[in-house]
């Protein structure tokens, strides 16, 4: 059965070398950073897909979608595996498409959009849009690794959302073309609105191959570390700067003590015992904001140029769900979740946190701004995992009291925080996948066309 699967796909792509069965390679790529809860560490540690195929063009992705449609074969999407909650991990087995390989940047346009393929990195997308005077709007913690398309299948935001939002905001992602596991594969493209069909998906209602993700005027940024003497104080300070738009800003993060000791490879910006804050500033300002910090009684520990992706230390390989990482790395026992808070009632969200669960959650905030063009707190706490139940009881209580979660300790979409109430995705996955062989599992509220009452 699988050397049939093989050599029906390797005559599906110009190099058969690019068809891989090896198990170890296709084990790795059916996997991803779902470790980080123990929860999906547990549900999905055996879960892999049969066969990896890597296009290198949309033809090809046509060839494979109409190969596994007519045969109804399993079919995950994949790109660098940065993602967090087991979105690329096939849970029925079938076809892993490692879309690594289609990775060209087509062009940047005059008015700053970046028309790419879905594999390319968005290492070398921020380092050539700086060229010709652009940068990425935004980007998760994994620069150097993450791929645009997923970025846009399972992300949301990162670096740069406290000026430009959210991926879903601002006309920031212009328009997707992705392949259709219909009874006749076809290329569809989606402009403006229509990109939420399939923007943070997970892969399960169409296949990226074409993107225009819209860019900024790039900015002369500086990095800067400021230590506070509580938490209070380094939240305060932040959300001042985070809500005042003449500070030109990139990055608006806090950590509560003891986070900032997990940071090892920076202990020289962190001060013990303290609460620290990251920001990315324009380089103009930066003196504006030692003179801010010092006058709210802040210790500037840190500061110094980001000139690009290999930028030495870069502070934000330290923020967004790099923090978690580095926790896990001390204590595998820390997990997190992803919150919501209200930019008016945090504070007293966080006392009630702390006063029913003490030092299991720890506060890590990302200022971002919503899509009414308001910085709010949005965060991904540590909390040190007891048990299932107990991390159950806790966003359960976090929603009790107003904090919104998108829990990242479930495998999919309709709790993981991007899920639509308008039900688009699931039209867009009725339409385009009715089936259900795209990425199946992960959408629980699709039920394919045979089974449909």
């Known amino acids: 059965m699988l050397e049939t699967l093989r050599a029906a796909l390797a005559e599906r792509v110009a190099d ?92 940047i346009t005059a008015d700053g959009v970046a028309v790419c393929q879905p594999g390319l990195r968005l290492a070398p997308l921020e380092q050539e849009a700086q060229k010709q005077g652009w940068e990425m709007r935004m980007y998760p913690s994994t620069l150097a690794k993450a791929t645009v398309g997923g970025f846009l299948g399972g992300g949301s935001g990162g670096i740069g959302s406290i000026t430009h939002g959210m991926l879903r ?61 509580t938490f209070d104080e380094a939240f305060d300070f932040s959300q001042g700067i985070a809500q005042d738009s003449a500070w030109t800003k990139r990055l608006v993060t806090v950590f509560e003590w ?92 966080f006392r009630l946190l702390r006063q029913r669960y003490g030092d299991e959650i720890l506060f890590h905030i990302e200022f971002m701004k919503n899509g009414e063009g308001e910085a709010v707190p949005g965060s991904i706490p540590l909390v040190y995992f007891n048990g299932e139940e107990r991390l159950n009881e806790m966003i359960a209580y976090c929603r009790e009291i107003g904090v919104f979660i998108a829990n990242p300790h479930v495998n999919y979409l309709e709790d993981s925080g991007r899920y639509r109430a308008d039900n688009i995705q699931l039209n867009a996955k009725q339409r385009y996948d009715p089936q259900g062989l795209l990425n199946p599992g992960k959408m629980l509220s699709f039920k394919p066309e045979d089974t449909q009452s």
């Not at 087995?93 to 062009?107: A, N, P, T, Y």
């Not at 992602?173 to 290329?187: K, W």
């Not at 399939?198 to 993107?211: A, D, Q, S």
């Open 169 to 229: 905001d601002f006309d920031n992602v212009r328009a997707i073309e992705v392949v259709t596991l219909e009874a006749e594969p076809r290329v569809v493209r989606h402009e403006g609105a229509a990109v939420h069909e399939v923007l943070h998906c997970w892969g399960t209602n169409g296949i990226f191959t074409r993107i225009w993700l819209a860019l900024a005027p790039a900015v002369e940024w500086s990095q800067c570390a400021i230590a506070f003497d």
């Open 258 to 349: 003891p986070i900032p000791k997990f940071f090892t490879p920076v202990k020289q910006v962190v001060a013990e015992g303290k609460a620290l804050v990251v920001m990315m500033i324009a380089t103009a300002q930066l003196e504006s904001l030692r003179h801010a910090a010092e006058a709210a009684r802040g210790a500037v520990t840190f500061t110094g140029a980001y000139t690009g992706p290999r930028t030495q230390p870069l502070l934000s390989d330290y923020t967004w769900n790099h923090t978690t990482l580095w926790a896990i790395s001390a204590d595998p026992r820390w997990t997190y979740i992803q919150a919501g808070f209200s930019p008016t009632h945090c504070r007293e969200q």
């Open 16 to 107: 058969p070398a690019r068809v891989i069965t090896t198990p170890a390679v296709v084990q790795r790529l059916s996997k991803d950073f779902y470790w980080y809860s123990p929860i999906l560490k547990r549900q999905l540690e055996g879960k892999a897909g049969d066969i990896v195929v890597q296009p290198t063009h949309v033809d090809e992705v046509l060839e494979i979608a109409r190969y596994a449609r007519q045969h109804a074969i399993p079919l995950t999407v994949r790109g660098a595996g940065t993602g967090n909650y087991g979105q690329c991990i096939p849970l029925s087995g079938g076809i892993v498409l490692d879309l690594s390989l289609m990775d060209k940047l087509e062009e």
